[in-house]
């Protein structure tokens, strides 16, 4: 006779009870109606059969278990990348808030290009009319300083012309050199380059020949004193004799008059040789 309790017992181990329960009396009905056709074998078989459905059951439920907990990993990333969405979707919100925003400022700027660009141009403009002025201007300071370059050397040499005669007198007196005259002269070299001496003239000083070479400016500058003392550097080289250089100008600036002191150059104000 089938132990339907102990059936149901083996059963709820593994199922719920009323389904056990029903199972174990199922069982118990199928067993009493087989009993006088079913063979020990048979019965047997069938046992076997219910152990693998129980088995199969058994890996079925421990499956679905998986699957929950599988589910509930899979909602829980679900949930994070919802929560991830739903931050993207707000960073997009202010991404398009701030694209707008700098469309706006990109409007405020391509209107101020615009205005610069305008400015630039007039600017253009009257740089040009600037240049044209400049120019203009350039054109009468060239000619402004051709008549002061006129008129100095105008001084210069009525200064020159009206210094020769009185040189030729001071000359012997202060420094002991015999001159007849005094004259401008262009010394040649042999590159075809020349310079205008201002004041030139051949005497003898201790029995020894000595040129003169002297340079007039209505005014004398540091500049001038340069230029002089590099002339003098051409003509001695060129001359191979002693010079005695000296200047004569209607106005010196003071560090001129330094400058020529230094290097024991004698020089004369105008006044000095218009009275003798």
């Not at 439920?61 to 899979?74: P, S, Y």
């Not at 006129?150 to 200064?159: F, H």
């Not at 262009?186 to 003169?212: L, M, P, T």
């Amino acid at each position: 006779m089938l132990d339907t309790l102990k059936i149901y017992n083996e059963l709820k181990e593994n199922l719920d009870p009323d389904v056990a329960l029903k199972l174990a009396e199922t069982f118990g009905r199928i067993y009493g109606e087989l009993a006088n056709t079913v063979t020990k074998t048979d019965f047997n078989e069938l046992k076997a059969s219910l152990q693998k459905l129980t088995e199969a059951q058994n890996r079925t439920e421990k499956r679905v278990e998986e699957l929950a907990e599988a589910q509930k990993v899979t909602e829980k990333r679900l949930d994070s990348l919802t929560v991830k969405v739903e931050e993207l979707a707000e960073a997009q919100k202010r991404t398009e808030k701030r694209v707008e925003e700098l469309a706006e400022a990109q409007k405020v700027t391509e209107k101020r290009l615009d205005s610069l660009t305008v400015k630039v141009e007039e600017l253009a403009e009257a740089q040009k009319r600037t240049e044209k002025r400049l120019d203009r201007l350039d054109k009468r300071v060239d000619n402004l300083q051709k008549e002061v370059g006129g008129i100095s050397n105008t001084l210069g040499y009525s200064l020159e012309n009206s210094s020769y005669k009185s040189l030729t007198k001071i000359l012997p007196e202060r420094f002991g050199i015999q001159i007849e005259k005094l004259y401008r002269r262009n010394i040649v070299y042999a590159s075809g380059k020349f310079d205008e001496i201002n004041i030139y003239g051949e005497g003898k000083k201790d029995d020894r020949k000595i040129f003169i070479v002297g340079e007039s400016k209505a005014q004398f500058g540091v500049k001038d004193v340069t230029q002089f003392l590099k002339l003098l550097q051409r003509v001695k080289k060129h001359l191979q004799a002693d010079v005695f250089a000296l200047a004569l100008a209607h106005q010196f600036h003071p560090k001129a008059e330094k400058a020529l002191k230094e290097r024991g150059i004698p020089y004369f104000w105008s006044y000095e040789v218009s009275n003798l």
